[in-house]
């Protein structure tokens, strides 16, 4: 049996990606195979596509790192055929072929029954961005920080940044939103921020060793100079969720925000959390949490993702993009 699958190729060093009919693998003890019929692109899909250095072992191969769809074959006593169920992180999309084809082949321990209040396109249209959101504001939620005062979020238009800025004003959180969009101000409003802050303005004046306190908390999904500035501005005991590098791996910062405010430096890794803990998150996402991200959503069909993995790599892109199979 085949499938197809958006397979990346490499040649001369240029990574390219494209629809290709794809051998089944033979199902493995422990594994299960899954119809894939929804997935969703993150930021690491875009690297993935093109190659960037330490997210793919080897090539050719099929980016994705979110799955959601239908048990077609289980070697496994935890899996039956027909049952719908999920997968997000560890070495998905990574060294094993991922949800850019219409089958993949996971161990079993990777995988979880879809939420009863989930359908596949809601839960593709959280995916890892969402989990991710949702593991940054649980650090912010378990240490109690205040609602006198607001929590900043960067890269708010982006798929973790929206989610984060929806689930923070739905628990009642002003929500100060970083963008370097400014065009988006109304869409920002309208998924939950009090108020937008353009990035270039935010970043005007230069990082001070501590700055005012005006945030309680943060959830930084940029990481750079922001990462350095946001840490100079929680009040005491506050928190910073640390969980990109969009704008660059490096940041620094004084030790006094640490040592005269208490505030916690809290890193976010989604993809390799206990399969206990993201079942946690995608119970709080299918309940509590739970937002419509439908206007802030697109579903591109798998043969359109090229142009989507370019606005991703760009910064272009607006909230989340759910992939759709089988057309
Ligand atoms: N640690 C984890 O477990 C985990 C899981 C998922 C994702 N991530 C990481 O989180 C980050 C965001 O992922 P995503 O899927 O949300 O990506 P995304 O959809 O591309 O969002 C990133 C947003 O950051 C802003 N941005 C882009 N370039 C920037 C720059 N040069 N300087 C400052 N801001 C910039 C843009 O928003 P504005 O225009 O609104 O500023 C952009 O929309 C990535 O680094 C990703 O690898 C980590």
């Not at 006094?256 to 993201?278: H, T, Y």
Request: proline fraction near 3%; charged fraction near 20%; aromatic fraction near 8%.
């Amino acid at each position: 049996m085949r499938f197809k699958g958006y397979l990346v190729r490499e040649k001369d060093e240029i990574f390219s990606g494209s629809l290709e009919e794809i051998d089944t693998p033979s199902i493995e003890s422990g594994r299960v195979l899954i119809k894939v019929h929804y997935s969703s692109l993150n930021y690491k899909d875009a690297l993935a596509a093109s190659g960037a250095k330490g997210v793919v072992k080897s090539y050719p191969f099929v980016p994705g790192i979110d799955v959601a769809g239908e048990i077609i074959e289980s070697m496994s006593p935890d899996f039956s055929i027909g049952d719908n169920v999920l997968a997000t992180g560890y070495k998905i999309g990574m060294s094993e072929f991922g949800g850019f084809g219409e089958i993949v082949h996971l161990p079993s321990e990777w995988v979880i029954k879809l939420p009863a209040k989930l359908d596949f396109v809601k839960a593709m249209s959280y995916g890892t961005a969402g989990i991710t959101a949702a593991a940054c504001i649980k650090k912010i939620t378990d240490a109690d920080c205040s609602k006198e005062l607001p929590v900043i979020v960067s890269g708010s238009t982006g798929g973790v940044g929206s989610v984060a800025v929806g689930i923070l004003a739905k628990l009642g959180y002003q929500v100060h939103a970083i963008s370097g969009k400014s065009s988006k101000e109304n869409v920002l409003k309208m998924i939950g921020a009090s108020k937008v802050l353009d990035r270039d303005i935010f970043m005007s004046e230069p990082i001070k060793p501590m700055d005012k306190g005006l945030y309680s908390a943060a959830v930084d999904t940029v990481g750079g100079d922001i990462l350095s500035k946001i840490i100079t501005m929680i009040s005491n005991h506050g928190v910073v969720s640390c969980c990109g590098n969009v704008a660059g791996p490096k940041f620094s910062s004084s030790v006094f925000p640490f040592i005269l405010r208490g505030i916690q430096l809290s890193g976010i890794d989604s993809a390799e959390s206990s399969i206990n803990f993201k079942k946690e998150l995608w119970d709080l996402l299918s309940d509590e949490w739970s937002l419509n991200l439908l206007n802030q959503t697109k579903i591109v069909g798998i043969s359109k993702i090229d142009k989507e993995i370019d606005k991703i790599l760009k910064g272009n892109q607006l909230g989340r993009v759910v992939i759709k199979h089988g057309e």
